[in-house]
């Protein structure tokens, strides 16, 4: 079965602009988490969603936010861009998101801001 | 938060040589995963333990669970260049939904 698609892959944006991210899940995988990955922090957890909802956040500032559709697939949005939120921006599906359940990678999405 | 501590940060080795990485935590992990990630690509599940003392086995890499299942190890017998990657531990919380604790990594080299 497919795996889980990111898209873009890669994208280049000034300071200042906003930019949506877009995950397609596993099909029948209803858990969506995103990470930030940079070579000083490693990789974060920004936040997942489950059914449409956001269950889990991580320590990230307003700026960042997400949605679930019904159809599972997922978007995270950052808006007012700085360059550090330079990063390789990672989504994961689960079938239910449980502390036990594996998680399966995106190819990720690179964003450079300039 | 559970930490993950992995170790060596860096290992550079040559083709068929022999390597084991490290992953450990102060605190029991309920389960764990380990993953290799190749640059500009996402993580790869490699596989998942739960029991300790469990020992799974992955083609010429071997995966071990501690057996108060504080700590974990990958081994990887006569290694490959398509071995090279960074190797990463995670852990899930009891009570934390769809978020993994990740270790920083092992970035693994294995030249020709």
């Known amino acids: 079965k497919a795996g889980v698609t990111q898209t873009p892959r890669y994208l280049i944006k000034t300071r200042g602009q906003q930019v949506t991210l877009s995950c397609s899940p596993i099909?029948?995988?209803?858990?969506v988490s995103w990470y930030q990955q940079t070579p000083g922090q490693g990789l974060q957890f920004l936040f997942e969603?489950?059914?449409?909802?956001?269950?889990n956040k991580g320590n990230f500032p307003g700026r960042f936010s997400g949605r679930q559709f019904s159809n599972s697939r997922s978007e995270m949005n950052v808006s007012t861009l700085e360059l550090g939120d330079s990063a390789l921006y990672l989504c994961a599906s689960s079938l239910s998101g449980g502390a036990r359940t594996e998680a399966f990678f995106g190819q990720g999405t690179r964003l450079t801001v300039v | 938060t559970q930490l993950l501590e992995q170790s060596p940060q860096f290992l550079s080795i040559q083709e068929g040589e022999n390597l084991t990485v490290y992953c450990n935590s102060s605190s029991v992990f309920s389960s764990l995963q380990w993953y290799r990630q190749e640059p500009g690509e996402g993580p790869v599940l490699l596989v998942t333990?739960?029991?300790?003392?469990e020992v799974k086995k992955l083609k010429r890499l071997t995966f071990q669970f501690g057996d108060a299942r504080k700590d974990s190890s990958l081994h990887i017998t006569a290694a490959q260049p398509g071995d090279t990657g960074l190797y990463l531990c995670?852990?899930?919380?009891?009570?934390?939904?769809?978020?993994?604790?990740f270790g920083a990594g092992t970035q693994v080299v294995v030249t020709p």
């Open positions: 995670a852990t899930g919380g009891t009570d934390s939904w769809g978020k993994l604790q």
């Open positions: 333990v739960v029991t300790g003392g």
């Open positions: 099909s029948g995988h209803r858990s």
């Open positions: 969603y489950f059914s449409e909802t956001q269950r």
